[in-house]
């Protein structure tokens, strides 16, 4: 008997490995990718009772290539190709690489390649992320589907016409040339970040974590950083994973409520994970020229790096923030940079920072922008300012656990125990 845990870990590993083999041997990436995803289920089933084989990927690459084989002499197979011979052109040109490509090595490991197509910008960000989850992560439609909230059968169409539309795009399965490669790096980052972000706090539901897309997003970034050691937005992007997920443990209270930063239990943070994430931030700011990942992840740090809330540098990290204002303005470091001005030069000029984002379409009326208005004004002693800004926060999140903190930050200052009722909402 193989732990289940183990034998599903070593799967993930593997898969984007097959798939880029059957995609450069026959093409044709959707049918290669179904395949895979058919040996994935039949390995799921049969190792943690008969054992891992010796060779793991040989044997997933022998169930998928029977799989695309049986598919292949089937009556709609053939006719695939005969249309395809009538047009002169393969069906599998699409994604495969061109008849000039030097031929892969047999132990080649296309993991970036296959993120590199996942994030083809004729996908929207949504089905990137979805792509990137079943394809290189190794997720059932299922499995991501449940993390998404979402129906099986709605997930699978959005991986379906994500596929469609990378071979109607004419992608094929080589890596982009320098000019594209960096700009689809960053669309790799992004996904990767926006997968991280979903499962550290899920925009709706009952949870307020789904551990299952935190784990995957740092698992492929740290496959990622693997492959592209020299790349400090990578390292950075990692780093800032790792000082992010640390605070996990101390994010809930005993009843499930949420806890803010500064009134988080720091001996539950995960110590060995913010470690390694000021290790590599720390390593990766002395030889990169620092980007947005890097900046964000050093802000963490500061956060790690102080025994208590009290002792958090707050000075650092405002210079910081004016760096990450800089080089990559948005309204989400405005937010966060709000806070740390607050803590230097009071609420007032945080509060003052906030305005701007009042016109901006992309924050109006967004929740993020109440909670965090609310908070700076209770700092002020506004309390009924405040009380009327956490609950149009509350209102404005789908995600349960924000919203009863809201709801009790708003009941507090109303003097009240229990939180407002729906009416009064």
Sequence with gaps: MTD????????????PQVLGLLVRRHGQFDRCED????????????????????????????VATRRLTDEWRSESARRD?????????????????????????????????????????????????????????GLSTAQIARAHLLPEATMSQRIRRAK??????????TMPGPAERDERLRTVLRVLYLIFNEGYTASSGPDLHRAELTGEAIRLTRVLHGLLPDDGEVAGLLALMLLTDAHRAARLGPDGELVPLAE?????????????????ITDA??????????????????????????????????????????????PLVTLNQAVAVAMVDGPRAGLALLTSLDADDRTAGHHRLAAVRAHLLELAGEAGAARNAYLAAARGTTSR????YLELKAARLAGVRRPPTAGQL
Excluded: K, M
């Design 35 to 62: 395949a895979v995803q058919e040996a994935l289920l039949a390995a799921a089933t049969q190792w943690p009772a008969q054992g891992v084989p010796d060779s793991p990927r040989a044997w997933l690459l022998t």
């Design 285 to 330: 700011l002395t030889w990169s020229p620092p980007g947005p990942y890097q900046l964000q992840a050093a802000i963490a740090a500061v956060h790690a790096e102080a025994p208590t809330a009290a002792e958090t540098d707050w000075r650092q990290i405002v210079a910081l923030y004016r760096l990450l204002a800089r080089i990559s303005p948005n």
């Design 264 to 280: 988080q239990d720091r001996s539950r943070w995960d110590a060995a994970a913010s470690a390694e994430g000021i290790a590599l």
């Design 81 to 137: 190709r005969e249309l395809a011979v009538a047009l002169r052109e393969p069906a599998y040109a699409a994604v495969a690489p061109p008849a000039d490509a030097e031929p892969a090595a047999a132990d080649a490991d296309d993991t970036l390649t296959l993120l590199f197509l996942c994030c083809h910008p004729a996908l929207t960000g949504s089905a990137q992320v979805a792509l990137t989850l079943r394809a290189v992560g």
């Design 164 to 173: 469609q539309r990378i071979e109607a795009a004419g992608a094929r399965f």
């Design 401 to 404: 656990p924000e919203q009863r």
């Design 4 to 15: 289940d845990r183990t034998v599903e870990d070593l799967l993930r590993t593997v898969a």
